[in-house]
């Protein structure tokens, strides 16, 4: 069974850091995608991040790009976000996401149901 358990959520400022943990169990997790969404209060859940366990490549949504990097750690099973230059948008729930049989990088992205395995969401509030 897939566990997928999130971490590093906070109360931060405009403009501070974040990293997000998410830490992956159940699995070998090599011919994986990983990925990272968020839910606003009222809003739809939207992608945000995706890494290829064993390729590396990865795919951001436009509001996210050049301030969030997505990584994962073979040794560890864990896939991490770092958020740099955070704003109020970005406050929501994060979740951790993960799919065996992923399809590319813009299917994935546009469909939250093509995701097998979720995490429980880390909180994560900018304030301004």
């Known amino acids: 069974q897939v566990q997928l358990v999130e971490s590093g959520g906070g109360l931060v400022q405009a403009g501070a850091s974040l990293r997000l943990s998410c830490a992956a169990s159940?699995?070998?997790?090599?011919?994986?995608?990983m990925g990272w969404f968020r839910q606003a209060p009222g809003k739809e859940r939207e992608f945000v991040a995706a890494i290829r366990w064993t390729e590396g490549t990865t795919y951001y949504t436009n509001s996210v790009k050049g301030r969030f990097t997505i990584s994962r750690d073979n040794a560890k099973n864990t896939v991490y976000l770092q958020m740099n230059s955070l704003k109020p948008e970005d406050t929501a729930v994060y979740y951790c996401?993960?799919?065996?049989?992923?399809?590319?990088?813009?299917?994935?992205?546009?469909?939250?149901?093509?995701?097998?395995?979720w995490g429980q969401g880390t909180q994560v509030t900018v304030s301004s």
């Open positions: 159940g699995r070998t997790f090599s011919s994986y995608i």
């Open positions: 996401a993960a799919e065996p049989r992923p399809r590319n990088f813009v299917v994935m992205s546009q469909t939250p149901s093509s995701w097998t395995y």
